[in-house]
């Protein structure tokens, strides 16, 4: 009979992978939805160029353009683009509570809109289609934020 030799110890664990993503936090959005965030305001920063657009070709200023032969200052006619590259920047850069800036800014293009009831009917609704869409896609964005697991205690610092 030959001495047996003792089997050689287990290999140590592999060290699990790494991956170039981070976890997600409490307050951010899934990534599709983050997408279609990014998407919508896109779209609708185009919508407002186009409306810019029609406001030339017909002749008729929205209140932040003005009137084709008395214009409004620069600073006044990018109000509206301010606000849509702020929330999208917001989306693409993956801001926490972005469905909340969402919000915010489609009020905010609400009120934009107002005072063109009394200067274009058909332009003033264009506008609130427009920021209506914003805010609907902003509130059933809602449903992909990511939440803290029941139960668990709030993250230190967050």
């Known amino acids: 009979m030959t001495d047996a030799q003792p089997l ?6 592999p060290p699990p ?3 170039p993503y981070r976890d997600a936090r409490v307050g951010e959005l899934t990534p599709q ?4 965030m990014v998407v919508t305001w896109a779209m609708v920063f185009l919508s407002y160029m186009a409306m810019w657009k029609a406001s030339e070709e017909l002749g008729i200023g929205t209140w932040w353009l003005g009137p084709r032969s008395n214009p409004q200052p620069t600073v006044v006619s990018l109000i509206p683009f301010v606000i849509i590259v702020l929330v ?5 850069f993956n801001i926490r ?3 909340w800036i969402g ?3 489609s009020l905010a293009l609400t009120l934009i809109a107002i005072p063109d009831l009394s200067r274009s009917v058909g332009l003033a609704v264009v506008e609130f ?3 209506g869409a914003a805010m609907i896609v902003s509130l059933t964005s809602l449903t992909g934020v990511y939440r803290r697991p ?9």
């Open 8 to 13: 050689p110890p287990p290999p140590p664990n």
């Open 33 to 36: 939805w983050r997408l279609v």
């Open 88 to 92: 999208g920047g917001a989306a693409s």
């Open 103 to 105: 919000i915010a800014g």
């Open 17 to 19: 992978p790494t991956t």
């Open 150 to 158: 029941p139960g668990t205690a709030a993250e230190p610092g967050r």
């Open 129 to 131: 289609a427009i920021a």
């Open 97 to 99: 509570y972005l469905p």
